[in-house]
């Protein structure tokens, strides 16, 4: 088990150090509120998540394994594209 680079003996070191510094009453209450805070930072970013996408425009979720979505048309359909053309034979500089 691995999780966020932590391995299991490390998360009873720190789980050990927890529990001395802590005690046995208040750790329960420490994991408790962790798991609230994590819970809330979720719920955060969810909302901002569907705020962005319904600010954007986008309600269905981006699925970037899938084909690319397609590009609107610009807003001026009147001005010109640019073109650049490459020439078939490089040049090695000044012609002779």
Do not use: C, W, Y
Not at 10 to 17: G, L
Not at 36 to 58: D, H, I, M, N, P
Not at 62 to 85: F, L, R
């Amino acid at each position: 088990m691995n999780i966020f680079g932590i391995g299991l003996p490390e998360m009873a070191v720190i789980a050990a150090i927890g529990l001395l510094v802590f005690g046995p009453k208040r750790l329960p209450e420490l994991g408790k509120t962790l798991g609230r805070t994590l819970r809330g930072f979720q719920s955060a970013s969810q909302e901002f998540e569907k705020e962005f996408r319904t600010a954007v425009g986008t309600d269905q979720p981006t699925d970037i394994s899938g084909p690319p979505a397609a590009i609107p048309p610009a807003a001026d359909a009147a001005a010109p594209a640019v073109v650049v053309e490459e020439s078939a034979a490089p040049s090695n500089g000044p012609a002779s």
